[in-house]
């Protein structure tokens, strides 16, 4: 990922009072990093500095701004956006909810016709290198695509900071190139996308704040494909409730029938993409090797594991010994 974040952050770290050497030994950075003008940093060695210097400094919003944002505020934050209905609930629960957060930019919808604006005032930061517009902007764009499950293509980006040597950079984060110097932060899309359902829970969202940041630093695109969205509702099967056809199409805004036509023009299917989800969450297990074929059989919902052996050598043309751990995978 882009160094830059990196060495800004360590800057912010050092600013802050913080000795970085064992905060970069837990993240498994080499110390020297800053000194290397292009020095590689994978996103999960920068989720895992963030998380350290979080928990050294107590700290969410890393000392920029007028208050410390305590532990658990963006978890606190993100409870009211998963309960929403839609991706206009979520903004308007957003935008609320930075009016009462102590600490927290505060941000404002701006609704005009075809294009939906979510200003963010960063005024009142400490951020002399810019890097709260960055990764505030960055961080509200990936959990707003997180929660509907999908890709929400950016028409309008702007940010209140001058062009750096590195703007190229940002294509890859945000998808397309800020306006620089405006004076707040600004996201645009599709208002369209407002009727976009949100597709996650409170299960989901407790896996994704144990991964914070982790999806901040990824470059993941979320498949704005109808397929995706039903994957990823289909795939809360594997945690307990197993929604059907007709819960599936309720949660999406359409009829059964509708959905089946989108998906078929798509290659797949209902049933399809349950196969797939099964297929892979057998070979998840099979790979950790901490389960039984009968305990996994009972908690993907198989009356017995033979059944799930069958369903496995034809999805995959292999036994399920052939996944174990040690064993010559199927070329």
């Known amino acids: 990922m882009p160094p830059y974040y990196l060495g800004r952050l360590l800057r912010y770290a050092e600013r802050c009072g913080e000795d970085v050497r064992p905060l970069l030994r837990e993240a498994g950075i080499a110390p020297d990093i800053a000194s290397r003008p292009r020095g590689a940093v994978t996103p999960e060695q920068m989720a895992r500095f963030t998380q350290a210097l979080w928990d050294h400094t107590g700290d969410e919003l890393w000392g920029l701004g007028?208050?410390?944002?305590?532990?658990?505020?963006?978890?606190?934050?993100?409870?009211?956006?998963?309960?929403?209905?839609?991706?206009?609930?979520?903004?308007?629960?957003?935008?609320?909810?930075?009016?009462?957060?102590?600490?927290?930019?505060?941000?404002?919808?701006?609704?005009?016709?075809?294009?939906?604006?979510?200003?963010?005032?960063?005024?009142?930061?400490?951020?002399?290198?810019?890097?709260?517009?960055?990764?505030?902007?960055?961080?509200?764009?990936?959990v707003a695509g997180w929660l509907i499950g999908r890709r929400?293509?950016?028409?309008?980006?702007?940010?209140?900071?001058?062009?750096?040597?590195?703007?190229?950079?940002?294509?890859?984060?945000?998808?397309?190139?800020?306006v620089f110097g405006a004076p707040a932060a600004v996201l645009g899309f599709d208002s369209v996308l407002l009727e976009a359902p949100v597709v996650r829970d409170e299960a989901d969202l407790a896996g994704y704040i144990r991964e914070a940041p982790h999806e901040l630093f990824r470059t993941r695109d979320y498949g704005s494909a109808r397929s995706d969205q039903v994957r990823r509702i289909l795939e809360e099967g594997l945690r307990g409730h197993r929604p059907d056809s007709a819960e599936v199409a309720a949660r999406l805004g359409m009829s059964p029938q509708h959905l089946?036509?989108?998906?078929?023009?798509?290659?797949?299917?209902?049933?399809?993409?349950?196969?797939?989800?099964?297929?892979?969450?057998?070979?998840?297990?099979?790979?950790?090797?901490?389960?039984?074929?009968?305990?996994?059989?009972?908690?993907?919902?198989?009356?017995?594991?033979?059944?799930?052996?069958?369903?496995?050598?034809?999805?995959?043309?292999?036994?399920?010994?052939?996944?174990r751990p040690g064993a010559s995978l199927p070329g």
Do not use: N
């Open 260 to 323: 089946r036509r989108l998906l078929r023009e798509e290659g797949t299917s209902m049933s399809g993409l349950r196969q797939e989800i099964l297929r892979d969450a057998v070979i998840t297990s099979l790979l950790r090797g901490d389960e039984s074929v009968e305990e996994l059989a009972a908690r993907l919902g198989y009356s017995e594991a033979s059944a799930l052996r069958r369903a496995f050598r034809r999805w995959t043309g292999a036994a399920l010994g052939a996944y």
């Open 152 to 178: 929400i293509p950016l028409r309008l980006l702007e940010l209140p900071c001058p062009a750096p040597p590195y703007v190229s950079d940002y294509e890859q984060v945000f998808g397309r190139i800020p």
């Open 66 to 142: 007028r208050a410390p944002v305590p532990r658990g505020t963006f978890h606190l934050l993100c409870i009211p956006l998963v309960h929403a209905r839609d991706l206009r609930g979520v903004v308007a629960r957003f935008e609320r909810a930075t009016k009462v957060l102590p600490g927290v930019p505060e941000a404002r919808a701006v609704h005009g016709g075809r294009l939906t604006r979510i200003e963010i005032d960063l005024r009142g930061l400490d951020d002399p290198e810019h890097l709260g517009a960055d990764l505030i902007s960055a961080l509200l764009h990936r």
